[in-house]
C-alpha cells in the first residue's frame, strides 16, 4: 500500500508530495526540514513532559501561580501576545485559587483538576469572588475593568484558537483593565503584588 507524505520545504511556500510504502502507524517516522526525527518514542516523551508539567501547575500554589504569570508578563513581546498571556494568567490563577479553597494536598488537587480546568475564566473568577464574599465582581474590580476583562477573553480566545492578530492600539486599553483584575484578584486572596 502506497501513502502520500507531504514534506514540507524550508519554506512554507515550498511543498511536495512523496510516495512512501504504508507502515503501521506506530512505526511511522516523520523527518522535519531540519533534520529532526519524530518517533512514537519521542511522541510519547512529549506526552509525558506536557503531563509532568501540567501537573506542576495543577499542584502549585496561587503564589507560584502568580509568580509565573509575573515572570511572563515581565518578558517583553508583542501586545497580543501580552493579552493572551494577562488573561491566561488571570485564568490560571482564578483558577488555582478555587482549586485551592475546596481542595488540600497535591494528591487531592491532581483528582479534582478535571473538573475545573475546562471552566471558563469569568466562572472561575466569580467562583473565587464568590468564596471570598463578593457577590458583584463588576463593583469589586470596577464596572470598566469588568467589561473590558470580558472582552479581553473574546479577544484572547480569537488571537489563540483562530491564530490572528489585531493592531497593537487596540490592546492599551484591554492590558490596563486586565493587570488592573488580576492585581485586585491577586490582593482578594493577599498574595503580595509587585506590579512592574
Known amino acids: 500500500m502506497i501513502r502520500r507524505v507531504r514534506v514540507m520545504g524550508m519554506r512554507a511556500s515550498l511543498s511536495s508530495w512523496q510516495e512512501c510504502e ?3 502507524l506506530s512505526s511511522v517516522q516523520i523527518v522535519s526540514a531540519l533534520g529532526i526525527v519524530l518517533t512514537d518514542n519521542s511522541i510519547q516523551e512529549l506526552r509525558k513532559q506536557l503531563d509532568e508539567l501540567r501537573d506542576k501547575y495543577i499542584t502549585a500554589t496561587p503564589r507560584q501561580r502568580l509568580g509565573r504569570v509575573r515572570e511572563r508578563l515581565e518578558d517583553p513581546g508583542a501586545n497580543p501576545n501580552r493579552l493572551v ?3 491566561g494568567g488571570i485564568e490560571a490563577l482564578a483558577r488555582s485559587l478555587a482549586m485551592h479553597v475546596e481542595h ?4 487531592e488537587l491532581r483528582t479534582c483538576y478535571s473538573k475545573y480546568k ?4 469569568q466562572t472561575l473568577v466569580e467562583q473565587y469572588c464568590k468564596f471570598r464574599g463578593v ?3 463588576k463593583e ?3 464596572e470598566d475593568n469588568w467589561e473590558l476583562f470580558l472582552l479581553a477573553i473574546g479577544y484572547r480566545n480569537l488571537l489563540a484558537h483562530e491564530s490572528t492578530y489585531l493592531s497593537n492600539q487596540r490592546f492599551g486599553i484591554l492590558e490596563t483593565a486586565c493587570n488592573e483584575v488580576l492585581r485586585r ?3 482578594l486572596a493577599k498574595l503580595k503584588w509587585d506590579a512592574t
Open 185 to 187: 484578584l491577586a490582593n
Open 104 to 107: 488540600q494536598g497535591k494528591e
Open 118 to 121: 475546562n471552566r471558563k475564566t
Open 85 to 87: 498571556t494577562l488573561v
Open 135 to 137: 457577590e458583584v465582581p
Open 140 to 142: 469589586y474590580f470596577g
Open 22 to 24: 504504508a507502515e503501521p
